[in-house]
């Protein structure tokens, strides 16, 4: 059972467009929202990551809208570039939860920057 | 990579075979951990260790098994491989007092 449901499953835009990638979970004590980025033969990196006591947070040309009623967070990329392109996942965590913390992963989206 | 190897980066096998994945970080992380990445479904957790000796299930654990003798070392071994275990592995480490988990570069595995 998935819960963490990611979409879309792929993402075309153009340059300087602002893609949106949605995620929503089920686990009320997820705790910890990180987003990964992966590009093609690499391992996921840590590219920003939320706490549920904010709304949201920018890094950058990256920014998480985190809605915690809707139990929904996003990721919006500013003026989108080609070297953007790369799988994006969206992850969630219970902190607190004594086990190590464990990821639940998004299926992932693959965003395509087209120049 | 945050310090993170795995070996083999490729590997061919047969169905029936047994083999060991190894994953060596050089941070003294306490936690290390096994996911697989499939099309679809993201990266699954298979196993998890909180320190040298003391591991635990994941999500897709059936049929893997770990071992962890050093902090350094994590060991994935498929006792006796199946096609259905083809796939991306991808070893993480986090320290203690951290969130953040890194990630390895990968071992593309197939089960033939």
């Known amino acids: 059972q998935q819960q963490v449901k990611q979409s879309p499953q792929s993402l075309i835009v153009q340059k300087g467009g602002i893609p949106i990638i949605n995620c929503a979970y089920e686990?009320?004590?997820?705790?910890?929202f990180p987003w990964y980025q992966q590009f093609p033969g690499k391992g996921p990196a840590l590219l920003i990551a939320i706490r549920p006591d904010v709304s949201e947070k920018k890094e950058g040309r990256f920014t998480i809208s985190f809605n915690k009623s809707a139990k929904q967070f996003s990721l919006h990329i500013m003026d989108s570039q080609p070297g953007d392109s790369a799988t994006y996942f969206c992850?969630?965590?219970?902190?607190?939860?004594?086990?190590?913390?464990?990821?639940?992963f998004g299926g992932g989206t693959r965003l395509m920057v087209k120049p | 990579d945050a310090g993170i190897t795995q070996s083999p980066r490729h590997k061919v096998t047969e169905t029936g075979t047994p083999v060991t994945l190894r994953c060596h970080q050089t941070?003294?992380?306490?936690?290390m951990y096994w996911y697989r990445q499939d099309p679809g479904h993201g990266l699954r957790l298979i196993h998890y260790s909180y320190g040298v000796k003391d591991t635990d299930k994941g999500e897709v654990s059936d049929g893997y098994s770990v071992s962890r003798s050093k902090t350094e070392d994590f060991l994935l071994t498929l006792e006796s491989a199946t096609s259905s275990q083809t796939s991306v592995y991808f070893c993480?480490?986090?320290?203690?007092?951290?969130?953040?988990?890194?990630f390895g570069p990968g071992t593309r595995l197939l089960v033939l």
């Open positions: 993480a480490t986090r320290g203690y007092y951290q969130e953040t988990q890194y």
């Open positions: 992850a969630a965590t219970m902190t607190t939860g004594g086990a190590g913390n464990m990821l639940t």
């Open positions: 941070e003294n992380h306490r936690y």
């Open positions: 686990n009320t004590a997820f705790d910890y």
